[in-house]
T-cell receptor, first 112, second 114 residues
Framework: GEDVEQSLFLSVREGDSSVINCTYT??????LYWYKQEPGAGLQLLTY?????DMKQDQRLTVLLNKKDKHLSLRIADTQTGDSAIYFC????????????FGTGTQLKVEL | EAQVTQNPRYLITVTGKKLTVTCSQN?????MSWYRQDPGLGLRQIYY???????DKGDVPEGYKVSRKEKRNFPLILESPSPNQTSLYFC?????????????FGNGTRLTVT
């Protein structure tokens, strides 16, 4: 079955870049997503990438996909205190319809 | 404003007392789904619905029921809640059931069963 893994915690200084990593096992992934969850709130879609793309950039966010290694990363440039949150990667896969398989989430803490 | 609305936000109940968590979306989305979030496990799908009167089990459906009588509403029913159903629940919707249709999430319902 499909499995998505993330490291649990990441701490960075304000102004630095953050890189949040994710690995997945399902080779039939179609789309890969990054969601942000702030305390007491739902999940906010940040960005997503189609599985035949290597990179996608959207303002301060850069998504890199290494399909051979089944590795996805989210880089946040110039990290701000407002970026402190839990970040989830998720995938959909061939035959799964719109079902998202989520990672366990990475808690990003931005320090002054 | 386009949104997915869940009610209530917080709920404390006792074992065996039936409850319903409501979910409504105003985006005319076909696809709706329920997830539960538990520490260290991420989010797991409970049930989903691809359209009115069409529902199916997700990965963790035991102890839950759903219905989809209207397009906008997708309530989650716990007939006899147990403490292992204490969790944070999210409803989500998307335009279609195709895998390239991003999910929009509600703000969550925190359920405690004692």
């Amino acid at each position: 079955g499909e499995d998505v893994e993330q490291s649990l915690f990441l701490s960075v200084r304000e102004g630095d870049s953050s890189v949040i990593n994710c690995t997945y096992t399902d080779s039939s992934s179609t789309y890969l997503y990054w969601y942000k969850q702030e305390p007491g709130a739902g999940l906010q879609l940040l960005t997503y990438i189609f599985s035949n793309m290597d990179m996608k950039q959207d303002q301060r966010l850069t998504v890199l996909l290494n399909k051979k290694d089944k590795h996805l990363s989210l880089r946040i440039a110039d990290t701000q205190t407002g970026d402190s949150a839990i970040y989830f990667c998720a995938e959909t896969f061939t035959g799964g319809g719109n079902k998202l398989t989520f990672g366990t989430g990475t808690q990003l803490k931005v320090e002054l | 404003e386009a949104q997915v609305t869940q009610n209530p936000r917080y709920l404390i109940t006792v074992t065996g007392k039936k409850l319903t968590v409501t979910c409504s979306q105003n985006m005319n989305h076909e696809y709706m789904s329920w997830y539960r979030q538990d520490p260290g496990l991420g989010l797991r799908q409970i049930y989903y619905s691809m359209n009115v009167e069409v529902t199916d089990k997700g990965d963790v459906p035991e102890g839950y029921k759903v219905s989809r009588k209207e397009k906008r509403n997708f309530p989650l029913i716990l007939e006899s809640p147990s403490p292992n159903q204490t969790s944070l629940y999210f409803c989500a919707s998307s335009l279609s059931s195709l895998f390239n249709s991003p999910l929009h999430f509600g703000n969550g319902t925190r359920l405690t069963v004692t």
